[in-house]
C-alpha cells in the first residue's frame, strides 16, 4: 500500500506526520518512508539509519551534433517546452527547461540531437530494524523536481515488495511535483491547520485529489487555534477528518531537537494510533 502525506502548504506538518507515523508503524511491520520532497528534504533529521545505497541521479536531455544536423528547425517545432531553440545556423539546447519527452531526438531526421545523460541529484537508502528511509535530494542549480520523484519512486518499488507499507513525504503546494508523487498513491492524507489560511489552501489540495480521483482524508495539525471554519468545511464536503493533533509547546520544542513525538507525548500517540485503525482499513479495501 501506498500513502502520501501531503497538503496545499508547506509548513502544516507533513514531515513531523510522516516520520513519526512511519517510525509508529515499523513497530509492528516493514515500512519505508520515502522523502519526496527533493528540493528541501528533511526527515533523515527525525529517522536515523545504517546507509545501505546511495547513488547519482541523472536524467536524458538532448546535445546537438553540428556534424549531423541539416538545420531544418524540426526539433524547435516539436519542443512545447522551448527547450530547443534554432538561431540562425546553431540549435541551442536549454538543459533546465527540457522535460526529457525525446520528441527533438525522435524526430530529428538527421539522429542530430542524440539524448546523453545529466546528473539531476542523488538518492540515499538507509535502514533500521523494520523502517527504510529512501531520501532524494535535487543539485543546485536543478530546476526540475519531476524526474527525481518519479526515479526516486521506481526505484522505492523496484526495492520494495507489496507488503510493505510505502509513506510518500510530498512536497508542499499542488504544482506538478505533488501530482507526480501522489498519482499511484492508494490513499492521500492531507495535513492542515484550522486557520482560513489553512482552508484556503486544503480547499486547492481537496480540489485537486478529487480532479485525480484519489481517495483522501484530513489529518489537523496544531488543533485548538484559529477557528471552525475546518472542520466545518470537512464536514460540509463530506471529508473524513483522520486525526487531530494538539497544539502543544512541547511538540515544537521536540522537532527542532530533530527528535520523534510519540515516544514523549501520550496525545500525539493516541492519534497516530486512531489515524493507523483508519489506514489498516483503508488497506483491507485496496486488497
Not at 460540509?236 to 515544537?252: Q, S, T, Y
Not at 513525538?261 to 483503508?282: D, G, M, N
Request: net charge negative; charged share 25%; glycine share 6%.
Amino acid at each position: 500500500m501506498k500513502i502520501a502525506i501531503a497538503s496545499g502548504k508547506g509548513g502544516t506538518g507533513k514531515t513531523t506526520l510522516s516520520t513519526n507515523l512511519a517510525s509508529f508503524l515499523a513497530e509492528k511491520q516493514d515500512v519505508v518512508l520515502v522523502d519526496l520532497d527533493v528540493e528541501e528534504p528533511n526527515a533523515a533529521l527525525f529517522v536515523k539509519g545504517d546507509e545501505v545505497e546511495q547513488k547519482e541521479m541523472f536524467k536524458k536531455v538532448p546535445k546537438w551534433d553540428s556534424d549531423a544536423c541539416t538545420l531544418c528547425g524540426k526539433c524547435q517545432e516539436v519542443c512545447n517546452f522551448n527547450a530547443v531553440l534554432k538561431l540562425g545556423d546553431e540549435v541551442m539546447v536549454l538543459q533546465e527547461l527540457c522535460h526529457a519527452c525525446y520528441a527533438c531526438s525522435e524526430l530529428c531526421p538527421s539522429s542530430a540531437l542524440p539524448m546523453v545523460p545529466v546528473r539531476m541529484g542523488k538518492l540515499q537508502y538507509s535502514k533500521k530494524d523494520n523502517l527504510s528511509m529512501v531520501e532524494s535530494r535535487l543539485d543546485i542549480g536543478q530546476e526540475q523536481a519531476v524526474p527525481l520523484i518519479s526515479q526516486t519512486i521506481d526505484y522505492v518499488d523496484s526495492k520494495f515488495d507489496k507488503d510493505t507499507i510505502k509513506l510518500f513525504d510530498s512536497p508542499p503546494g499542488t504544482s506538478c511535483p505533488v501530482i507526480e508523487a501522489t498519482k499511484d498513491a492508494d490513499y492521500i492524507v492531507l495535513v492542515t491547520e484550522p486557520t482560513p489560511f489553512g482552508l484556503h489552501d486544503l480547499t486547492i489540495a481537496v480540489k485537486t485529489m478529487r480532479l485525480m480521483g484519489k481517495r483522501f482524508g484530513v489529518v489537523v495539525n496544531r488543533d485548538g487555534i484559529g477557528n471552525s471554519g475546518l472542520i466545518d468545511y470537512c464536514e460540509k464536503e463530506g471529508i473524513d477528518v483522520l486525526a487531530r493533533i494538539p497544539n502543544d509547546r512541547r511538540i515544537a520544542e521536540l522537532y527542532s531537537h530533530g527528535e520523534l513525538l510519540y515516544p514523549h507525548i501520550s496525545e500525539f500517540r493516541e492519534q497516530l494510533e486512531v489515524l493507523a485503525t483508519k489506514l489498516s482499513e483503508v488497506k483491507k479495501d485496496v486488497q
